[in-house]
């Protein structure tokens, strides 16, 4: 079976129609690709061609062949110069003009030969078909894409049918019609159908080939967006980090002294109490410092915890005090308590940023939907290492329809949603952090219809002070900060001596008896608290055990790793709290006279209950 000419161009003209849409509408959405533009030029070029060649014979013979295998021509060099703009390799315009100006050239030699006419056409768009191929086989060099093979070898397969087209135009020829008509042939009827095959195929694997190398170009970009978003993060972890540890420095000095000052009995009531109001402040600066690193290292996905001796009863009175004072102002009269269910340890190891910042959400929480009058409360309990705060409120409670997602990310319950309140991040930030505490929160109905979460997380008893004297010998390249360190534990008995960096350290602890314990700054020239802690228990004896605290300004993880790869025992940021260095102290003296118990045959008892 055989498809007419007529018949033939009729779907030629409606494929390439459509395709010359399909393709424009792809270049209006970008009008950066010249590639879409030259194939939806080719297609249209086709579109327009197809209907002069079946014009009435009365029309002139100029328009009806040379125009329409004039646009024949020239629409399969756009489908090279395409080609040419897809691998970013601009066209030369001889080249794109070159087998329009070979047809013009020749056409009046041809035009009465309908044999000699199809040969050389044929030929033309045979060239430029083959000429495409070639573009994309060298593409598949380049950078492959999926579909470069399968476009490649349909536009080798067009060229080849041209080709073969153009021979068997000049060796069998077509039937006897006039030299104006349509050019007919079995042969050429079948090579017809082969060839708009394939011209569907083409276009089909140009979209296919553009979107392919949109997604790659797009993915490239956001890889190098994201590679730039890493680099940006990372150096402002790196700048944040570094103004950190150089405002820990005199902000250690200005703390460490207010709170001696604070302590200073001899001082008067006024001058007391601005030495409050000057620890307050530092409290405060310092822990926008920590929040200025912490905000980077969360935008960078690294959310460390930083254990360390806390005054359990006070910090979790003093969380609840600002609550209250923010209740207070906000006019709310509402009964904030606290309650122990079991007595409570002086000193335990968490992290107290974390915990504070859970607790002071949860109570946040309870005062925004607690209406005035309501009573909201803070129990504590503690056993075997886990301590458990609940805070509980006689609110409205929480809807049902929320209560099986509660933990999760923007989880909110209807009149949260009505007012506008908050994100539905509080309660999916204070689980991720338990969890990351080891530790679990839960939901309870409370007692009276309101709300109650319990955090329970492991938390470790420390004694308060050390439970005797102590020799200390503090290492620090600055003089402020071994003056603060000196004027924080002599007034609670211990004798310190000092050197000014670990060479002098190390000739010190050689020369004379060994004391309790070491406060070594990390930071120091020429020989650094690392350097010299590796020196230290390198020299054996009863120097391998001397308890070595790192002092430092850095809060990283990373260098907190690295003290206790040197043989550190323990780690205190600048600038210096005097209850954590004395917990710390205690922790670190007590773990050491275990160890030497063991070491003599008597039993290691890190802590006696009463």
């Known amino acids: ?92 315009p001889a080249g794109r003009f070159a087998g329009l100006a070979t047809w013009l050239a020749l056409l009046p030699w041809v035009i009465g030969s309908t044999s000699q006419r199809v040969s050389l056409v044929s030929a033309a768009v045979g060239l430029y078909a083959l000429l495409t191929a070639r573009e994309f086989i060298q593409g598949m060099r380049a950078g492959r894409l999926p579909s470069y093979p399968l476009l490649a070898a349909i536009f080798a ?7 073969g087209r153009s021979l068997l135009a000049l060796a069998v020829g077509f039937d006897p019609v006039p030299h104006t008509a349509l050019p007919a042939a079995r042969w050429n009827d079948y090579l017809a159908v082969a060839m708009l095959a394939c011209f569907a195929g083409m276009v089909v694997m140009l979209v296919a080939i553009t979107r392919e190398q949109a997604e790659r170009l797009s993915t490239a970009r956001l890889t190098a967006a994201r590679d730039r978003a890493d680099a940006a993060s990372h150096n402002k972890t790196r700048f944040l980090a570094r103004m950190s540890h150089e405002l820990r420095t005199p902000l250690n000095a200005v703390y460490g002294m207010a709170q001696v000052l604070a302590r200073d009995q001899s001082l008067g009531p006024v001058q007391r109490e601005q030495a409050r109001l000057l620890v307050e402040a530092g409290s405060h600066l310092l822990a926008i410092v920590n929040d200025a690193l912490d905000l980077a290292r969360v935008e960078a996905g690294r959310l460390d915890l930083a254990p360390e001796p806390v005054a359990l009863p006070e910090a979790l009175q003093a969380t609840l005090a600002l609550v209250a004072a923010a209740a207070a102002a906000a006019a ?10 079991t007595p409570l340890p002086a000193m335990v190891v968490a992290d107290p940023l974390r915990l504070r910042q859970i607790a002071m959400n949860l109570l946040g929480n309870a005062t925004k939907f607690t209406p005035p009058g309501g009573r909201i409360t803070l129990s504590a309990g503690w056993e075997a290492g886990e301590l458990r705060l609940t805070v509980t409120d006689t609110g409205p409670g929480l809807p049902a329809g929320v209560l099986a997602d509660i933990f999760g990310d923007f ?6 949603i009505a007012s506008g309140e908050g994100s539905g991040l509080g309660l999916a930030i204070c689980a991720a952090l338990a969890r990351a505490m080891g530790g679990t929160l839960r939901h309870a109905p409370g007692p009276e219809g309101g709300a109650s979460f319990t955090l329970a997380l492991p938390a470790a008893e420390l004694p308060r ?19 603060v360190a000196r004027a924080l534990l002599e007034p609670a008995g211990h004798s310190v001596e000092e050197a000014a960096d670990g060479q002098s ?21 020429p020989l650094d608290g690392l350097a010299a802690t590796r020196m230290l228990r390198a020299l054996g004896g009863e120097a391998a055990r001397l308890p070595v605290i790192a002092l430092t300004g850095s809060v990283d993880p990373a260098e907190q790793a690295a003290c206790r ?7 205190l940021s600048k600038p210096i709290e005097r209850v954590a ?9 007590l773990a050491q006279g275990a160890a030497a118990r063991s070491l003599h045959g008597e039993p290691a008892i890190l802590r006696s209950s009463p």
Request: charged share 20%.
């Open 332 to 341: 709310k009269r509402q009964d904030l308590r606290f309650e122990t269910e």
């Open 505 to 525: 350290a190390l000739a010190a602890l050689q020369a004379g008896p060994l004391p309790d314990a070491v406060l070594m700054d990390v930071q120091m020239q």
């Open 565 to 571: 790869a040197a043989g550190m025992d323990g780690h």
């Open 411 to 416: 989880v909110q319950g209807p009149r949260q």
């Open 465 to 483: 002070e050390p439970d005797r004297p102590l020799r200390l010998l503090v290492v620090d390249d600055v003089l402020v900060n071994r003056k």
């Open 1 to 92: 079976m055989t498809f007419p000419p007529e018949t033939r161009l009729a779907m030629g003209f409606t494929l390439a129609l459509v395709f010359a849409c399909l393709l424009g509408i792809l270049w209006r959405q970008d009008r950066r690709g010249l590639a879409l533009r030259d194939w939806s030029l080719a297609c249209l070029l086709i579109a327009l061609g197809a209907p002069l060649r079946i014009l009435p014979e009365a029309w002139p013979d100029w328009l009806r062949i040379a125009a329409s295998n004039a646009l024949l021509v020239q629409a399969f060099a756009c489908f090279w110069a395409g080609a040419r703009h897809f691998r970013e390799r601009p066209p030369h």
């Open 157 to 163: 397969a067009f060229g080849a049918v041209s080709f």
């Open 581 to 589: 260095l004395l917990a710390e102290l205690a922790r670190v003296t």
